[in-house]
């Protein structure tokens, strides 16, 4: 028996170890760069102190009860087979886990309405709208307030709120950016909407989350966030340097394959919702229906208002 | 017309061109010429027909579930390997994409539906009646199909490695990507009708065990009274009936989507796939509180056992099982939360799915302190019902950490969430039914499972998950997300995937040492002859011999107690006189049919027509559903009885074998 708890304490510290090496600049979740990621490793850290409240008792007390009654010949600890009910002992051990999941369940609704993904942040600057949408194997990105659109890539200015718009062409896939905060599924015929901002300069990784075929492990992209001006000048350079993306353009680019990076110039004008809106047809059930009564695309926002949105013609009411 | 056909078999039917799959091919194929040598050769095939194919009897039908389970272990096991051999160097070329996306959609879907599952009605079929002292479970014929249709169905399923395509829209095969847009190959519709005829036979085990439950206990079984185990299997099977039916009618209509050309889940014509995904986590999630519960049973029989102590907190316990199969109809959106349901409602499913947390916390405070001044001997059993609960508490803690709603948006697909649950359903259901075979072994075989070998099994099995999975959870915080392929070098996920292969690898050698301490132990075989293997049995299956004769109890036990056997030999330690005994009366049994087995082929012959759209197939086959379905009405001659100085015979030679 020494054996298993020989076995128990190196587990549990080499546990430990990976959870506190986290600080490393690999682990993304918990090393985060924008106030959302920020919030969410926080909630992150809540959670898990407050399930350590348990567990370690528990483990703890696992090893001991194990040890101390083995059925050793000499072992002169208590022994009562008949023993099998303590309302006492019981109402302790019912009302240890309500208490604590009740604590982190008012927790939790309380960071659900904060970090309700489509809520915008507040700052002083407007924010900048990308449009990402997932094609079969690539991300497309589309910015409709600078007219540039690219593949595989996006650049951001620093402390600058992202209002990412986010959609699919076929498969459904999710699309995250762990430094930055959480993810949100990218679906056909809906335009999802995510808040994210870089709170300074760097590279991080951004990935496609959610299975979409073949070639899904391509579907990975770098995010850049510059500074302001370096922004300003990477936009005019795209403008001025690479070529436009035209409608011929994008069928080709829908087809399945993978994609470097890429970078257009101009895109055709609306393209996004027009991805978006592209199997409501006459016979669009009634989903599709709610986004033609009231705009060019429903946003798919769960009930909280859009305020800052860019577009006046766009409606973000609960769609359900 | 020969070339037309050959060209077909080549290109279309067989999967050709991979030296991996001409290797199942190859090995497939010499396996079931050996076994129909073999069989010839011992003239043995009356024998497979009369004692196997037709048997009604619960603890037969029991051990074929067993059987193929294990054997759907290994392939599910081997899937596992060889994802974890690909993810083991960056940008490897060991599976290309399509096929990693077969074989990890086809170990997901085995190891919960065609290894958990059978596993776990094995253990029902083998220990519930025995536990509430009945003769069979309440419907046999219609257990004897279930099985079967189980059996077809996960066949159905695994002949797509080698004929036709596997699928490879993952586990749960969300639409889009499942529908014909995402998946024109066949396997998709091996996928729907493997588990839509094996999931007939899940619901009909459903609704079987909640009957035999109810109505088929020993006199003087209150509910209350009722062996822990029995309890679990209740609300498992309570939670079947009500989540199967689900899953059914999801699979149908991606089925009519796909065949003929509706609209429920597709892009285009007013479909919607979020519907599907809320469908199938309604079935989801509940599916794997049906898989956990029983384990939680097991753990609480063995606990007790070997603490030589009766079970804490019986009321709690019963409460907290029951508690969890209704909570688990309430919990499905936390699959979800990334799909943008807004705050209100992922607000509402995070708190549901924290709830689970509470009675499964009693529980394991229920558990600990059933070892509590008790005597705790390490047998087998034990051993994995130790390591469970380290484990499982360290697996419930992240799920708690899951459900947080707004952190989820970071866990969400990501290795985190994979090590979540392999770290429930492999610390939980596979311990749990490991620690159920172990110690139910002798009841099934009359022997019991070598020890030393068995030891190294468990540490293996143990040591392998944590190296596997620990290293998983880290991963998921550096951004892994699942089902990826192939990744890049400067990722720096290797040495951590490095690590998680290695593991993998030492639980196939555990599995390994499972294989070899069951044939050692066939080999050396040692009779086990009280029928109380473990000297310290409570419950009524310890009571009778093992392996039980076909009518189990020769006279119905009269119960007063949870521990009925337990408190019978306190009592004869203490000198009190038994009751008489009544006199034997004939017992009134269920004929064995071959019914079953026949339709069961049927639905296979149907399944595989539906998937090539061959109405020549589906058409004979659904018309061989039918006539078997109106034999089975017609037939009046489905029971027997055994006679009295049958059964004398048969106590007596039980009686001499100890």
Redesign the interface.
């Known amino acids: 028996?020494r054996k298993?708890i020989r076995?128990?304490v190196p587990?549990m510290i080499?546990?430990m170890a990976?959870m506190l090496?986290?600080c490393g600049d690999?682990?993304?979740?918990?090393d985060p760069k924008g106030p959302i990621?920020e919030?969410?490793k926080d909630?992150?850290w809540i959670?898990?102190l407050l399930?350590?409240i348990?567990?370690v008792p528990?483990?703890i007390?696992?090893a001991i009860?194990?040890w101390r009654?083995?059925?050793k010949k000499d072992?002169k600890?208590?022994?009562?087979?008949?023993?099998?009910?303590?309302t006492k002992?019981?109402t302790i051990?019912?009302a240890?886990?309500?208490i604590i999941?009740a604590i982190?369940?008012g927790?939790?609704?309380k960071?659900?309405?904060?970090?309700?993904?489509?809520k915008p942040l507040e700052s002083a600057k407007q924010p900048i709208t990308i449009e990402a949408t997932s094609l079969d194997w690539k991300w497309l990105f589309t910015y409709p307030d600078e007219g540039i659109s690219t593949v595989n890539y996006v650049q951001i200015p620093e402390d600058t709120p992202i209002r990412f718009r986010v959609t699919a062409d076929?498969?459904?896939n999710?699309f995250?950016i762990?430094q930055l905060?959480?993810?949100?599924?990218a679906?056909?015929?809906?335009a999802?909407t995510l808040y994210l901002q870089a709170d300074e300069v760097g590279t991080f990784?951004g990935?496609?989350?959610?299975?979409?075929?073949?070639?899904?492990?391509k579907m990975?992209f770098d995010v850049k966030s510059t500074s302001e001006a370096d922004y300003k000048s990477w936009v005019d350079n795209v403008k001025s340097s690479a070529p436009a993306l035209t409608d011929e353009g994008f069928e080709q680019l829908k087809q399945p394959g993978s994609s470097d990076e890429q970078f257009f110039s101009a895109f055709p004008e609306g393209l996004f919702d027009k991805v978006v809106l592209q199997?409501a047809?006459p016979?669009?059930?009634?989903?599709?229906e709610h986004g033609l009564k009231s705009g060019p695309v429903k946003d798919?926002?769960?009930?909280?208002h859009d305020t800052s949105s860019t577009e006046g013609t766009e409606h973000s009411s609960?769609a359900n | 017309m020969f070339k037309d056909l050959m060209d077909f078999l080549m290109n279309d039917f067989f999967i050709t061109g991979d030296p991996l799959i001409l290797g199942a091919q190859v090995s497939i194929g010499l396996s079931t010429v050996a076994i129909v040598i073999a069989l010839t050769y011992f003239k043995k095939w009356r024998w497979l027909w009369t004692e196997w194919l037709t048997t009604v009897d619960h603890k037969k039908i029991g051990i074929m579930y067993v059987i193929a389970a294990l054997l759907m272990l290994f392939r599910g096991g081997v899937d596992a390997l060889l994802i974890r051999t690909q993810l083991a160097v960056p940008n490897l070329e060991f599976l290309h994409?399509?096929h990693y996306?077969a074989i990890f959609t086809t170990h997901g879907v085995i190891m919960i539906l065609f290894m958990a599952m059978p596993l776990m009605f094995g253990l029902f079929n083998i220990v519930v009646p025995l536990q509430i002292g009945a003769r069979d479970v309440a419907y046999p014929y219609l257990n004897s199909l279930s099985f079967w249709l189980f059996f077809f169905g996960a066949m159905l399923f695994n002949v797509s490695f080698v004929i036709g395509g596997s699928p490879?829209?993952?586990w749960l095969a969300?639409p889009?990507?499942s529908e014909l847009?995402?998946s024109p190959g066949l396997g998709q519709d091996f996928y729907i009708w493997g588990i839509q005829i094996s999931g007939i036979g899940s619901l009909a085990s459903g609704i079987n065990f909640v009957v035999t439950i109810l109505k088929m206990r020993a006199p003087g079984m209150k509910l209350m009274q009722m062996p822990m185990f029995t309890w679990s299997v209740l609300s498992s099977s309570i939670t079947i009936m009500f989540a199967f039916p689900i899953l059914t009618v999801t699979l149908f209509l991606l089925f009519i989507d796909r065949y003929l050309g509706a609209h429920f889940f597709t892009?285009?014509?007013?479909?919607?796939?979020?519907m599907y995904i809320n469908l199938i986590w309604m079935w989801g999630h509940p599916e794997v509180y049906i898989v956990i519960l029983p384990a939680f049973g097991v753990f609480s029989d063995v606990v007790s056992t070997f603490?030589?102590?009766?079970?804490?907190?019986?009321?709690?316990m019963v409460f907290a099982l029951m508690s969890i199969s209704f909570f688990s109809f309430f919990t499905w959106a936390h699959h979800?939360f990334?799909?943008?349901?807004?705050?209100?409602?992922?607000?509402f499913f995070?708190?549901t799915t924290?709830?689970i947390?509470?009675p499964t916390?009693?529980k394991?405070?229920?558990w600990?302190?059933t070892?509590?001044?008790?005597?705790?001997?390490?047998s087998q059993p034990m051993l994995w019902t130790?390591a469970f609960?380290?484990c499982f508490?360290?697996g419930g803690?992240t799920g708690?950490?899951l459900?947080?709603?707004?952190?989820?948006?970071?866990?969400?697909?990501?290795y985190f969430l994979i090590a979540h649950f392999h770290q429930v359903l492999i610390g939980g259901v596979v311990f749990g039914y490991f620690a159920g075979l172990y110690y139910w072994w002798p009841k099934m075989f009359g022997f019991k499972l070598h020890d030393g070998l068995g030891k190294w099994a468990f540490w293996l099995w143990?040591?392998g998950f944590?190296v596997c999975f620990?290293?998983q959870?880290?991963l998921?915080?550096?951004?892994m997300?699942?089902?990826?392929?192939?990744?890049?070098f400067d990722?720096?996920w290797q040495p951590l995937n490095v690590v998680s292969t290695v593991g993998a690898f030492i639980m196939g050698l555990g599995f390994i040492f499972q294989v070899w301490q069951i044939a050692h132990s066939i080999k050396f075989l040692k009779k086990e002859k009280s029928g109380d293997a473990w000297g310290e049995g409570r419950t009524l299956e310890w009571s009778i011999p093992s392996p039980a004769p076909m009518y189990n109890f020769a006279r119905l036990p009269e119960v007063t107690s949870s521990d009925e056997w337990w408190e019978e030999k306190q009592r004869r330690a203490q000198g009190v006189k038994p009751k008489p005994l009544a006199p034997l009366e004939p017992i009134h049994m269920p004929k064995n049919s071959g019914i079953p087995f026949i339709m069961s082929v049927c639905f296979f012959v149907a399944g595989f027509g539906f998937v090539w759209h061959w109405n020549w197939m589906i058409i004979p086959g659904l018309i061989g559903v039918g006539c078997c379905l109106l034999a089975r009405s017609f037939d009046y001659d489905t029971d027997f009885y055994i006679p009295v100085d049958e059964i004398e015979r048969t106590e007596a030679a039980l009686k001499g074998g100890r």
């Not at chain 1, 679906?187 to 809906?190: A, E, I, K, W």
């Not at chain 2, 892009?267 to 979020?274: F, I």
């Not at chain 2, 990334?338 to 409602?345: E, Y």
């Not at chain 2, 459900?403 to 990501?414: C, L, Y």
């Open positions: 028996m298993y076995f128990l587990l080499m546990l990976v090496s986290g690999q682990y993304f979740v918990l990621g919030s969410q909630l992150i959670t898990v399930c350590a348990i567990l528990v483990l007390l696992t009860i194990v009654y083995r059925d072992n600890s208590a022994y009562q087979p008949n023993w099998e009910h303590s002992l019981e051990w019912w240890i886990p309500i999941i982190l369940a927790i939790t609704i960071y659900t309405y904060d970090l309700e993904p489509s076929q498969a459904m999710s995250w762990p905060g959480g993810q949100i599924y679906m056909s015929g809906m999802m990784f990935t496609g989350a959610n299975f979409t075929g073949e070639q899904f492990a990975t199997y047809g016979n669009g059930a009634a989903a599709h798919e926002e769960g009930g909280s609960h | 994409a399509g996306n490879d829209a993952g969300y889009p990507l847009s995402g892009l285009d014509g007013g479909g919607n796939p979020m603490s030589k102590k009766k079970l804490f907190g019986y009321k709690s979800f990334t799909m943008g349901s807004g705050a209100n409602v992922n607000a995070a708190v924290m709830l947390a509470i916390g009693v394991v405070f229920n600990l302190f070892m509590f001044r008790g005597r705790i001997t390490f130790i609960i380290p508490v360290v803690m708690v950490m459900s947080v709603a707004p952190a989820d948006f970071q866990f969400h697909n990501s143990n040591i944590y620990m290293p959870y880290a998921g915080l550096m951004g997300t699942r089902r990826f392929n192939e990744y890049n990722m720096g």
